[in-house]
């Protein structure tokens, strides 16, 4: 069965500074990939989805980007964090044509 | 059109009881419904999923419950346990989506002892 790993698990970060949350996958080969945010007590806001490696759709404008260098990697960036980033990040992953999601287990970033 | 709209927003039941959860879409075009259970601090997992071409699903002591006429769907839990509380998302997506889910916004579910 597939594994997810997201690090890190918690972030304490100041606006302005850079950001970079990586997401891996193990036990599956070409999946598609999400990074999901979730605001406090809210439901889940799909940022960004990959289905190989070097595809990137975005669903959001914001000051967020991603990339997938690797089949199996997928990282979240920003140059300039704001407050608004706050939130708990989640990277999921779909086998492909399956529909089903498995959902790592998040980082927790505050914006100070 | 993409919105699933999710009610209650929170619900408390006794141990034992029945806990449900409802989920209404717009989109027709809508072909696939999960329901996630999330844990304080913890990733969302998949419970149960339905496609609409049934109307019920039931896996232990969850059931979904799925009208198509009425673009409504529902998550039965039987025997409600403490150990059931937790927070309840439905979603849905779209095969032309590439799975793109639509989450509802939740529902936090306690169960007293």
């Known amino acids: 069965s597939q594994t997810i790993h997201q690090w890190p698990a918690t972030l304490v970060q100041p606006v302005g500074s850079p950001l970079s949350l990586e997401c891996t996958v193990e036990?599956?080969?070409?999946?598609?990939l999400y990074w999901y945010r979730q605001a406090a007590g809210r439901g889940l806001q799909l940022l960004f989805y990959?289905?190989?490696?070097?595809?990137i759709s975005s669903e959001v404008p914001q000051n967020l980007s991603a990339s997938r260098p690797q089949d199996r990697q997928f990282i979240l960036s920003s140059k300039k964090l704001l407050l608004s980033d706050s939130g708990f990040y989640l990277c999921?992953?779909?086998?492909?044509?399956?529909?089903?999601?498995?959902f790592g287990p998040g980082t927790r970033l505050t914006v100070l | 059109q993409q919105q699933v709209k999710q009610s209650p927003q929170s619900l408390i039941v006794q141990k034992g009881g029945i806990s449900i959860i409802n989920c209404a879409y717009e989109?027709?075009?809508?072909?696939?419904f999960p329901w996630y259970q999330q844990f304080p601090g913890k990733g969302p997992a998949l419970l149960i999923a339905?496609?609409?071409?049934?109307s019920e699903k039931k896996e232990g002591r969850f059931t979904i419950s799925f009208n198509k006429s009425a673009k409504q769907f529902s998550l039965h839990i039987m025997d409600s346990q403490p150990g059931d509380s937790a927070t309840y998302f439905c979603?849905?997506?779209?095969?032309?989506?590439?799975?793109?889910?639509?989450f509802g916004e939740g529902t936090q579910l306690t169960v007293n002892p």
């Open positions: 979603a849905a997506s779209m095969e032309t989506s590439g799975s793109r889910l639509t």
């Open positions: 989109n027709t075009a809508f072909d696939y």
């Open positions: 990959s289905v190989g490696i070097g595809q």
């Open positions: 339905i496609r609409p071409d049934v």
């Open positions: 036990g599956t080969s070409n999946p598609n």
């Open positions: 999921a992953l779909e086998r492909g044509g399956t529909d089903t999601q498995y």
